[in-house]
């Protein structure tokens, strides 16, 4: 309830703070925060529609851009809805290396999360460290797929690339480095008195809260909630590898810290498994152009949480539905909760801790009149020609242009 008292203070969508645009409407009383309000909104690109006016192969690739760093969690996610619809088994070899860039894909959030959470609290030698050595696995993620964003690695059916016994060895070499790298970051987290001041008691989400919110990943397991896909309900090779759910009692962004570090050790362990038992045998198998009628929904682990994808197919080659609950919608939810009486200044740190990705997040907002007769369907194409339109009025001449990008 506001006073006299109270000021309100936006942060944001564009804030030093923040790394992508979103907008915080925070309501103050002296230094600390009585009400904050989330808009989501600024970085909606329509990929679910887009992603039912192309094929489903054109939407492996679109839909691996949702995010640069959960690339792989996403395009997973989906060929995993499009496979079961159409009843495919993509064989072993291929679901332990989908498995294998999935972890590898997990050290690289991971690290660079930590780097972040540095330089959110002012200790930014903890960012260039990670981040110097995260350039050790996004090295082996480009020499495993070509890329070391977007991997490109899936397709339905199977994976586009096999790797070999030396690769094997690069990763085994490159993952010795990481854990001794890991344990200094532990040593850390758990050992330096300025990170564990600065981070102990904020953020807090109780257990009950947490549950209560619908939190998901490091931030539900660092509220005491044993929650992972990957042993709940396992896909692609965990039903195969031995591995723990890091959890932790802290329930603050401390907690959110410890986890995200012990994961990383686990990550080591299941690499090293995949390595040492990797099966023989094909690496995709043959998928029919059109893919029968049908529904499914996918869950997969991501570093930051439980994505889920929704297909349906109608028996074409596109189709009908797609939709992307990804994990920072469902950990959005937690974030006013976490800065109840707290702090102006430790808002950076908060919204860092659940490593929000607002371009997974955000969504079309529409505007219905119930009371209006006529129903007006806006097509795909007049939605881009409404935005070609729009900048062609700001000055921005598209001329130059190849005709293609361009609608008659």
């Known amino acids: 309830m506001h006073n006299s008292h109270d000021v309100q203070v936006p942060l944001g969508p564009q804030h030093p703070a923040l790394k992508e645009p979103e907008s915080f409407l925070i309501t103050l009383r002296g230094e600390k925060i009585t009400a904050i309000n989330i808009k989501l909104g600024y970085n909606h690109r329509g990929i679910e529609k887009a992603c039912e006016e192309r094929t489903y192969t054109q939407d492996v690739y679109l839909i691996e851009r949702i995010c640069g760093i959960c ?87 199977g994976v586009r690339r096999d790797i070999s016994k030396e690769q094997g060895k690069e990763i085994l070499k490159g993952v010795d480095l990481l854990e001794e790298r890991t344990k ?18 904020v953020g807090v989400l109780s257990k009950e809260d947490a ?74 198998v043959k998928v029919p152009r059109k893919i029968p009628a049908g529904e499914a929904l996918s869950r997969y682990e991501a570093p930051r949480g439980e994505d889920v994808h929704y297909v349906k197919a109608n028996g074409t080659e596109k189709p009908e539905r797609v939709k992307v609950r990804a994990p920072t919608l469902a950990n959005i939810q937690s974030v006013a909760k976490m800065l109840e009486d707290r702090y102006l200044a430790d808002m950076p740190i908060v919204i860092a801790a659940i ?28 939605v881009r020609l409404a935005g070609i339109n729009w900048y062609s009025k700001q000055g921005v001449d598209f001329t130059k242009l190849n005709k293609k990008f361009l609608i008659p």
């Not at 999360?113 to 460290?129: K, N, P, Q, R, S």
């Open 211 to 284: 549950l209560r919110l619908g939190a998901v990943g490091p931030t539900a397991r660092a509220s005491g909630i044993k929650r992972d896909v990957r042993k709940d309900d396992p896909y692609a090779a965990y039903s195969e590898l031995d591995f723990k759910v890091i959890t932790d009692d802290h329930a603050d962004v401390y907690g959110r810290t410890v986890v995200r570090v012990l994961e990383l050790m686990e990550s080591y362990k299941m690499i090293r498994q995949i390595i040492k038992n990797i099966p023989e045998g094909p690496i995709s």
């Open 184 to 201: 200094y970051y532990i040593k850390i987290a758990t050992q330096e008195t300025t990170i564990i001041k600065r981070l102990s008691g």
């Open 355 to 382: 490593d929000p990705c607002f371009s997974c997040t955000d969504r079309l907002i529409s505007l219905r009149n119930y009371k209006s007769k006529n129903k007006k369907i806006v097509t795909w194409d007049k």
């Open 71 to 157: 690339s792989h969690s996403h395009s997973t996610c989906f060929v995993q809805a499009v496979e079961e619809i159409a009843s495919i088994d993509i064989g072993m070899r291929a679901k332990y290396i989908r498995t294998l860039i999935a972890e590898l894909e997990r050290v690289h959030s991971h690290l660079l999360w930590l780097g972040v959470a540095g330089h959110e609290i002012g200790f930014d030698t903890l960012l260039m460290y990670t981040w110097r050595d995260r350039e050790v696995v996004m090295d082996l993620l480009a020499t495993l797929t070509g890329n070391r964003v977007n991997y490109g690695i899936n397709t339905i059916g």
